[in-house]
Nanobody, 124 residues
Framework: QVQLVESGGGLVQAGGSLRLSCAAS????????MGWFRQAPGKEREFVAA????????YYADSVKGRFTISRNNAKNTWFLQMNSLKPEDTAVYYC?????????????????WGQGTQVTVSS
């Protein structure tokens, strides 16, 4: 059974940092792009960041560019989202996802495995 499990969420003050992790089990994703999405209450799930299969290319939503960094460790079937300079508007449930292909994509339908989500709350 394939599982993606996020960790690292929590409550942080504005300007602070968090590092999210996503650990995959049940299969390897070293040949897949991986991504992070988020969903705030009453809003649709939105793209945050993606990384291609090798880690050589990354993609970010404009709202997080320069503050968030996505990375991966293929040997450990794990990927990460380093979040710095957090803002209250970053508050959401964050989901990791495995892409269908090699290259990162912003489209939610380009991902076919999802984690259960981890809550990130940024207080002002």
């Amino acid at each position: 059974q394939v599982q993606l499990v996020e960790s690292g969420g929590g409550l942080v003050q504005a300007g602070g940092s968090l590092r999210l992790s996503c650990a995959a089990s049940g299969r390897t994703f070293r040949s897949r792009a991986m991504g992070w999405f988020r969903q705030a209450p009453g809003k649709e799930r939105e793209f945050v960041a993606a990384i291609n299969w090798s880690g050589g290319s990354t993609y970010y939503a404009d709202s997080v560019k320069g503050r968030f960094t996505i990375s991966r460790n293929n040997a450990k079937n794990t990927w990460f989202l380093q979040m710095n300079s957090l803002k209250p508007e970053d508050t959401a449930v964050y989901y990791c996802a495995a892409g269908r292909g090699l290259v990162g994509d912003t489209g939610i339908h380009e991902y076919d495995y999802w984690g259960q989500g981890t809550q990130v709350t940024v207080s002002s």
